[in-house]
């Protein structure tokens, strides 16, 4: 059974950084085995969203709102899947979830039904 951790989150002051990242367990060719590797986040009372995903072939994808500012990757020594934030803002204020799949039969960017497996989630507060 695939099991994702995620850690870092924390609190910040606006403009400040972090670094969240996804530690996958109980599956024995760790994040390459993949297809889709992503961070959702979700804020009370909203909807799960996407905020960055990356293909198994290395491309990248970015929700518009942190474009620029945040930066997802894969750390294949540490078999992490990382974020790192920076520009923080106040609405980035989440709950940040990694999600993967190893399934390739939809696009990465269908939404959070897509993905299969799940983390419990790391709690992210920028204040301003």
């Known amino acids: 059974q695939v099991q994702l951790v995620e850690s870092g989150g924390g609190s910040v002051q606006a403009g400040g950084s972090l670094r969240l990242s996804c530690a996958a367990s109980?599956?024995?060719?760790?994040?390459?085995?993949?297809?889709?590797m992503g961070w959702f986040r979700q804020a009370p009372g909203k909807e799960r969203e996407a905020v960055a995903y990356?293909?198994?072939?290395?491309?990248?994808r970015y929700a518009d709102s942190v474009k620029g500012r945040f930066t997802i990757s894969q750390d294949n020594a540490k078999n992490t899947l990382d974020l790192q934030m920076n520009s923080l803002k106040s609405e980035d204020t989440a709950m940040y979830y990694c999600?993967?799949?190893?399934?390739?039969?939809?696009?990465?960017?269908?939404?959070?039904?897509?993905?299969?497996?799940w983390g419990q989630g790391t709690q992210v507060t920028v204040s301003s």
């Open positions: 109980g599956h024995p060719y760790s994040f390459y085995s993949f297809f889709c």
């Open positions: 990356i293909y198994s072939g290395g491309d990248t």
């Open positions: 999600a993967a799949d190893f399934a390739g039969t939809t696009d990465c960017g269908q939404g959070p039904a897509r993905y299969k497996y």
